[in-house]
C-alpha cells in the first residue's frame, strides 16, 4: 500500500511541474500559456536604467521611464501608465543571440548578457499583445518599450489585487483630463516589389514575373492603389525598372538582371536618352556572350533595395547548382558579387565561418565562399543568410544559415515594425510578411492570398482592414520603399507617367 501512494505522489508531483507549459526552442516558436494560477512573474518591480537604446542620442524621452514601477498580479498587471486586467502569460526559451538579433537587432553582449539561452515572458492583454519581459534571474528583468531596454528589479515580492486596482483607478482619472490632439495630416506611399514564380513548360525551367504596387494613403485613407507589370525602384538620381530578361538560344538559356534608368542624361552624352544606352549596351553585351557560349545561368530576384539587388543563381548546366549572390545595382553588368566583408566590415568574414560551421558537418569537404550570401525575409525583416553548396550521390545539393549580422542601411533603408511581429500574429495567424509605414500609419500584411492593409492607431491595429488585394499564387513581396510628405505624389505621378493601373480595392 505504502508503493501505491509513493506512486500517486510522484505521479502528482510530476504534473504539477509541468502544469506550465514551458518548451525550449528557437526564436519563432509560440508557447501556450501557462495552466495552473500562479504567473511567471509577480510583485512590484521598478524600471532602474537605460540598457540600450536604438535612439540614445536623439530621444531625450527615454528617461521618463525610469522610476516608473511595474505591478504583477495574476488577475492585473501595470506597466507605468499601462495595465490590463485580463491578463494571461506565455514563456518561451530562446537562443539569445537569434532572438536578440532578428527581433530586436541587438546582441547578448550589448545588453549585457551571458547566457546562451533566454526565458522570455510575454503578457497578453485579453489575447493581445501587451508587454514582453526577458528574465535575467529571479529579482532582474527587461524591458523593451520604444526600441529601448530597460532594466528593472523587484521592490516587493507579492502585491494584492486591492493595490493593481488603486493603480489602474488613478490612470483613469488622469486619462479624463487629457484633451483632443489634433490630426496631423499623414502622407505616405509604398511601393512594394512581388515575384510571382511561372513555369516555362517549352523549357522545363522555372521562370519569375515581377510586378510593383504602389498604395497611397492621405490622411488615415486610402487614396489610390496601383499596379504595375515591372519592379519600379526609386533612387537618389531617379527613377530606374529592374528587369529580368530571359534569353534563349541555340540550346542554352540564361537570364540578364538589367537596371535600367527612367530619365534622361546630361546634353553632353551623345545619346538619345539613358533608357537607349543602356539597351544598346546589354544587347552588346548579349550577342558577346552568346559568341562565347555562355552556359545556361537561371536568375531569381531574392532582394532589391536602391543600392544592391540580392539574386539566386541557377547554374543549369552544373545539375540546377543554386548559389546565393548580392551585386551593386551600378555595376551589374560586370556580374561580380559582393563579399560578405565589403558589405558589413572586417567582421563579416568570421561571422561567415561562424555560420558556416553550423552546416559544414553534412559535408566537410565543402569550401565556404564569402560571396555565397543573400537578403531573405524572416518575421517581418530582412535578415541576411549564406549558403553551402555541397554533392550527394552527383546530386547538388545546399544548406542555408542566418548570419548573425544585421543589413546595412546602405542596403535596407527602412526595416522596422511599430507594432511586435508576435502581436501582429495573435490577431492575424495565416500572416506570412508584414510591412509597416515609417510613421506608424498603416501596415501591410501578406498572406497566402491576399495584400492587406490595416491602419494602426496608439499602436494598436484597427480590427477591420481598409484594403485587400488578391495575389496570385506563391507570391513574396522582394522590395519595399516608402515615400512620407510631399514625395508621397511626386511617386505617384511616376507610378503613372510609366502605366501604372488602378486596383479596386
Known amino acids: 500500500m505504502k508503493k501505491i501512494y509513493l ?29 495552473n494560477n500562479i504567473p511567471p512573474i509577480l510583485g512590484k518591480w521598478v524600471i532602474e536604467d537605460v540598457v540600450k537604446s536604438t535612439y540614445l542620442s536623439a530621444n531625450s524621452n527615454i528617461d521618463t521611464f525610469i522610476g516608473r514601477e511595474a505591478l504583477f498580479h495574476k488577475d492585473g498587471v501595470v506597466i507605468g501608465d499601462s495595465y490590463t486586467t485580463k491578463p494571461s502569460f506565455k514563456i518561451k526559451y530562446v537562443n539569445a543571440a537569434d532572438y536578440l538579433l532578428y527581433k530586436y537587432k541587438s546582441t547578448p553582449q550589448a545588453l549585457g548578457i551571458e547566457e546562451e539561452s533566454l526565458e522570455v515572458i510575454t503578457i497578453l492583454n485579453d489575447n493581445t499583445y501587451f508587454y514582453e519581459f526577458i528574465r535575467i534571474d529571479d529579482e532582474n528583468m527587461l524591458i523593451n518599450v520604444d526600441d529601448t531596454f530597460y532594466s528593472m528589479g523587484m521592490i ?56 510593383t504596387i504602389w498604395i497611397n494613403s492621405q490622411n488615415s485613407s486610402i487614396t ?47 545619346v538619345e ?62 556580374k561580380k558579387p559582393i563579399k560578405l566583408t565589403d558589405l558589413i566590415g572586417e567582421d563579416g568574414k568570421e561571422i561567415f565561418a561562424e555560420g558556416a560551421r553550423s552546416v559544414l558537418s553534412v559535408d566537410p569537404t565543402s569550401i565556404p565562399n564569402e560571396e555565397n550570401v543573400g537578403l531573405t525575409r524572416r518575421n517581418g525583416y530582412w535578415i541576411l543568410n549564406g549558403r553551402i553548396n555541397y554533392k550527394q550521390n552527383e546530386e547538388e545539393l545546399y544548406k542555408d544559415f542566418n548570419l548573425r549580422a544585421i543589413p546595412p542601411k546602405e542596403m535596407v ?74 514625395y508621397t505624389n511626386l511617386w505617384e505621378n511616376e507610378v503613372v507617367e510609366n502605366g501604372g493601373t488602378q486596383l479596386d480595392y
Request: one cysteine or more; aromatic letters at 10%; hydrophobic letters at 40%.
Open 156 to 211: 516587493v515580492e507579492e502585491v494584492s489585487l486591492e493595490e493593481i486596482q488603486r493603480y489602474i483607478n488613478i490612470e483613469k482619472t488622469m486619462l479624463r483630463t487629457f484633451g483632443a490632439v489634433e490630426e496631423e495630416n499623414l502622407q505616405t506611399g509604398v511601393l512594394l516589389g512581388i515575384k510571382i514564380p511561372t513555369y516555362d513548360e517549352d523549357n522545363q525551367v522555372p521562370e519569375w514575373d515581377y510586378k
Open 7 to 35: 506512486i500517486l505522489i510522484l505521479i502528482f508531483s510530476l504534473f504539477m511541474l509541468t502544469s506550465c507549459d514551458i518548451v525550449e526552442g528557437d526564436a519563432s516558436e509560440r508557447i501556450a500559456p501557462p495552466d
Open 273 to 334: 536618352d539613358d533608357i537607349s544606352y543602356y539597351m544598346a549596351k546589354m544587347e552588346k553585351e548579349s550577342v558577346l556572350k552568346e559568341k562565347n557560349n555562355t552556359p545556361s545561368i537561371l536568375k531569381n530576384i531574392l532582394f532589391v533595395g536602391n543600392d544592391y539587388i540580392s539574386v539566386e543563381n541557377i547554374d543549369m548546366d552544373r545539375n540546377s547548382r543554386r548559389t546565393l549572390q548580392v551585386y551593386a545595382i551600378d555595376n551589374l553588368q560586370e
Open 413 to 486: 533603408s527602412y526595416d522596422e515594425l511599430s507594432i511586435p511581429w508576435d502581436a501582429i500574429r495573435l490577431m492575424i495567424p495565416d500572416v506570412i510578411d508584414v510591412f509597416a509605414s515609417p510613421n506608424n500609419e498603416f501596415i501591410v500584411v501578406i498572406t497566402s492570398s491576399h495584400m492587406i492593409i490595416y491602419y494602426v492607431e496608439n499602436g494598436d491595429i484597427i480590427n477591420e482592414p481598409v484594403a485587400k488585394i488578391k495575389l496570385p499564387y506563391d507570391s513574396s513581396v522582394i522590395m519595399s520603399e516608402w515615400a512620407v510628405g510631399r
Open 224 to 270: 489610390n492603389i496601383y499596379e504595375l507589370d515591372k519592379l519600379l525602384m526609386p533612387r537618389k538620381n531617379g527613377f530606374w525598372v529592374i528587369d529580368a530578361n530571359r534569353k534563349i538560344s541555340e540550346g542554352y538559356i540564361t537570364d540578364e538582371i538589367r537596371a535600367i534608368p527612367q530619365f534622361r542624361v546630361a546634353k553632353d552624352v551623345v
